[in-house]
């Protein structure tokens, strides 16, 4: 029971918390500002989900035990080998001209990504 009760308690830390509002944000954000419905200058909305994530990331890693530790870096490595993939192929598209990518969206895919790695790494080590 306090296995489960471990597994579960990681999705209510605020890193994890962040990371889904910064990228539900910018998914919002962006679909608002392509669709014309609010100003262009809100696109700088997501920016302070971003940094409150990044803050409570590096603070939450200070007080982390070793499995914590390696949940989180774990997470983090599976997200920056997937935005490199989705990147490299952004810039192969664009280079073959055969359409302008949604640049825009790798920061909130690179988030959605940490969040679902950190999920599975969880409830592997759980």
């Not at 471990?6 to 669709?35: G, I």
């Not at 990044?54 to 920056?80: G, H, P, T, Y």
């Not at 490299?88 to 679902?116: I, K």
Request: net charge positive; hydrophobic share 55%; aromatic share 16%.
């Amino acid at each position: 029971m306090a296995n489960n009760r471990t597994f579960s308690s990681r999705f209510t830390r605020p890193v994890f918390l962040w990371a889904v509002a910064a990228a539900l944000t910018q998914l919002l954000v962006t679909w608002l500002v392509d669709h014309g419905q609010v100003p262009r200058v809100l696109g700088l909305l997501p920016v302070l989900p971003y940094m409150i994530f990044f803050a409570a990331m590096v603070r939450s890693f200070l007080k982390m035990d070793e499995m914590q530790k390696r949940i989180c870096l774990e997470s983090a490595s599976v997200a920056f080998l997937l935005t490199l993939i989705i990147t490299a192929f952004f810039g192969g598209v664009e280079q073959a001209g055969l359409g302008r990518p949604p640049w825009e969206e790798v920061g909130g895919f690179m988030l959605l990504v940490w969040a679902f790695a950190y999920g599975f790494s969880a409830w592997r080590y759980r």
